[in-house]
């Protein structure tokens, strides 16, 4: 069975950086897509970044983009996701999510398999 674990949550002011690692378990995902969600209270979970299976393609939200960075290290089964430039509007529980054969980058959640259970970032402003 796939386990999925964040970690690197916390508390930030707004300006600051954060790193978010998943830890992946039960099988390799060296190959298959993975991708960083994220929910706000009262918010519906909306997409964050997404990676190919080995890595050479990535992707993300415009609300992101230039300030977060989604990397994996298939060696170690982890994927990560350095965020930088923090914002309030960056607060929220952040997942990680693999599929479970699909090998490109996918923005919708229905191409994930697998679910972390998610770490909480807290931004103040």
């Known amino acids: 069975q796939v386990q999925l674990v964040e970690s690197g949550g916390g508390l930030v002011q707004a300006g600051g950086s954060l790193r978010l690692s998943c830890a992946a378990s039960?099988?390799?995902?060296?190959?298959?897509?993975m991708g960083w969600f994220r929910q706000a209270p009262g918010k519906e979970r909306e997409f964050v970044a997404a990676?190919?299976?080995?890595?050479?393609?990535?992707y993300y939200a415009d609300s992101v983009k230039g300030r977060f960075t989604i990397s994996r290290d298939n060696a170690k089964n982890m994927l990560y996701l350095q965020m930088n430039s923090l914002k309030s509007e960056d607060t929220a529980v952040y997942y990680c999510?693999?599929?479970?054969?699909?090998?490109?980058?996918?923005?919708?959640?229905?191409?994930?398999?697998?679910w972390g259970q998610g770490t909480q970032v807290t931004v103040s402003s």
């Open positions: 990676i190919n299976g080995i890595g050479s393609i990535t």
């Open positions: 039960g099988r390799t995902l060296s190959t298959v897509a």
């Open positions: 999510a693999a599929s479970k054969t699909l090998r490109g980058y996918y923005y919708t959640e229905d191409k994930y398999d697998y």
